[in-house]
């Protein structure tokens, strides 16, 4: 078992472009929640997926949306890019029907300059 | 406001001594609690779950404590050693039908030989 990966690992964007970062659940996890986690900080929850539909999200603008693919895969598209979109994203899968731990890839760095 | 307060941004503590680590939210009644470990660049990795019916978990040299009328969780390594260095972090389910994990901004725990 692979546990949860992500892609790419590090990035770097110019100011006003966009980005798609990609993630795969741990085999047998239908629910994808997405992180955002600045130098310092705890994780900032962004949204969640689960059946490809967004279910529940946090505090962040429209320019951050996603997309569940029927594997249960998930992407985290952000337009715009601002500076402050620098951080590290996290994906964490889950089981929707348990309140049971989440697991966490790696996560992708992404620099905005 | 809603707030996770995790009190110490830093905690440095001698091998072999205990390290306690706090939990303070406001304005939430999660039904579960969660702690974290994060070492620098990683995702975060899950240690334990506390449901709000219980008073205490443990896991080998881990306690966990949680009390919902004090809205406080603490968190003790005991026997504490330098490969228990790290940032952890304290979560909450505050999902009902689903879980909806957020965090507290961390403390870094470091153990001194």
């Known amino acids: 078992d692979a546990g949860v990966t992500q892609s790419p690992t590090h990035l770097i964007k110019t100011r006003g472009q966009q980005v798609t970062l990609r993630c795969s659940p741990k085999?047998?996890?239908?629910?994808v929640s997405w992180y955002q986690q600045a130098l310092g900080q705890g994780p900032q929850f962004i949204f969640q997926y689960y059946e490809e539909e967004e279910r529940q999200r946090g505090n962040f603008p429209d320019r951050f949306s996603g997309h569940q693919f029927p594997n249960y895969s998930s992407e985290l598209n952000v337009n715009a890019l601002l500076l402050g979109d620098s951080a590290l994203y996290l994906c964490?899968?889950?089981?929707?029907?348990?309140?049971?731990?989440?697991?966490f890839g790696q996560g992708t760095r992404l620099t905005v300059v | 406001s809603q707030k996770i307060e995790q009190n110490s941004e830093a905690l440095n503590i001698q091998e072999g001594k205990t390290a306690t680590l706090t939990c303070n939210y406001t304005n939430y009644s999660p039904a579960y609690l969660q702690w974290y470990r994060q070492d620098p660049g990683r995702g975060p990795v899950f240690l334990l779950l506390?449901?709000?019916?219980?008073k205490e978990k443990r896991k080998e040299r881990l306690k966990v404590t949680f009390d919902t009328t004090l809205k406080q969780s603490l968190f003790h390594i005991t026997a504490s050693q330098p490969a228990d260095s790290a940032t952890y972090l304290c979560a909450l389910d505050i999902g009902s039908s689903a879980s909806k994990i957020i965090f507290g901004s961390g403390t870094r725990l470091s153990i001194r030989p």
């Open positions: 085999s047998g996890h239908d629910t």
């Open positions: 964490a899968s889950s089981w929707t029907e348990t309140h049971t731990e989440a697991f």
């Open positions: 506390i449901r709000e019916n219980e």
